[in-house]
């Protein structure tokens, strides 16, 4: 009665998918919410629109669009499978590519907050003392948007361990591939094994927890030594 056999493929793959997803978005993300901070752009409102797109639309519409947009009957999933021989729907790439534009707003609003918050006048000072753009950004802009880096990465890693519709509709459930843990929670409960879905979804409970704990904590000590 108490052997419960669970497989933890899906846990490591969902951990693969938010470590490779939050580096992605770290690296775009980062320089586009710079230049949104700085811009007077006319179409910053609309940008901004666009990246916030994910905060409003529910999952399975846009897992659906990015279904039909990555499938091979599509240029890019065709342009995709011409190169690498390989298809982005119900594979990890294309699990990959989902979280990344679910996951955006997460690492976009923080950091565009956190550079917004940046001293004009510190970035001018160092100017006049010969720093170019580019060492005002990384030692002077980055480390006072350290609080916003945190969150940025503590939401990203948190949002993507969690997600559902996106990956279900562009992965589908495809055991050591797709099949992250939302995904195996779902499938758990549908074949009525509740014990193996109390552990899985135990244990994201505890870890979401956990991410909210670190992110208050991390915060507020990071604002206390700025």
Not at 137 to 147: E, G, S
Not at 186 to 191: A, D, G, I, N, Q
Request: glycine share 6%; net charge neutral.
């Amino acid at each position: 009665m108490f052997d419960i056999v669970i497989d933890w493929t899906p846990v490591w793959l969902t951990l693969q998918l938010a470590t490779t997803t939050t580096i992605i978005l770290l690296i775009i993300g980062t320089p586009l919410a710079w230049w949104l901070a700085r811009t007077q752009c006319w179409c910053k409102s609309m940008i901004e629109a666009v990246i916030s797109l994910p905060l409003v639309l529910p999952p399975t519409v846009l897992g659906f669009y990015l279904l039909v947009i990555l499938s091979p009957q599509n240029w890019v999933g065709q342009l995709w499978l011409s190169i690498t021989g390989t298809r982005l729907v119900f594979t990890f790439t294309g699990l990959v590519i989902g979280s990344v534009l679910f996951s955006l707003p997460f690492v976009v609003q923080p950091l565009q907050n956190a550079f917004s918050s940046v001293s004009q006048r510190i970035l001018e000072a160092a100017a006049t003392l010969g720093a170019t753009p580019l060492d005002r950004f990384f030692t002077i802009a980055i480390p006072l948007a350290r609080p916003g880096f945190l969150t940025a990465i503590t939401l990203s890693f948190a949002h993507t361990v969690g997600e559902f519709g996106v990956v279900l509709m562009i992965g589908g459930s495809i055991p050591g591939k797709t099949q992250v843990l939302s995904i195996a929670i779902y499938e758990h409960v549908e074949k009525l094994e509740f014990e193996q879905a109390h552990i899985l979804a135990g244990g994201m409970l505890l870890f979401s927890f956990l991410t909210l704990i670190l992110l208050y904590s991390t915060n507020k000590y990071s604002l206390k030594k700025l």
